[in-house]
């Protein structure tokens, strides 16, 4: 069974850092592409990071220079370091993995959630 668990939300002030990770149950991050995404009260979720099974990544335009993501595949384990973060940031943060890349939202697997509170 197929599991993610994401770690390391919280409640920072504006301009702080907060490092999320996933830790993965029943596959192995080197066959899928991950992801983080984020759900805002009242708003849709969307993507924030991608990095696929070579490494490639990228990212949201409202979060590139300030997010990183990386994974481990011998860990199984995947980061989100976050930056100088914005009030605007605040949201639950989803990590996610799928087979491939566009297929997260048909076939992918969710973890349950890490919140991440930024306060101005």
């Known amino acids: 069974q197929v599991q993610l668990k994401e770690s390391g939300g919280g409640s920072v002030q504006a301009g702080g850092s907060v490092r999320l990770s996933c830790e993965g149950i029943?596959?192995?991050?080197?066959?899928?592409?991950m992801g983080w995404f984020r759900q805002a009260p009242g708003k849709e979720r969307e993507e924030v990071a991608i990095i696929t099974r070579d490494g490639l990544t990228t990212y949201a335009g409202s979060v590139k220079g300030r997010f990183t993501i990386s994974k481990d595949n011998a860990k199984d384990t995947l980061d989100l370091q976050m930056n100088n973060l914005k009030p605007e940031d605040t949201a639950m943060y989803y990590c996610a993995a799928a087979r491939y890349c566009y297929t997260f939202k048909s076939s992918g697997f969710w973890g349950q959630g890490t919140q991440v509170t930024v306060s101005a």
């Open positions: 029943g596959y192995r991050y080197s066959t899928h592409c």
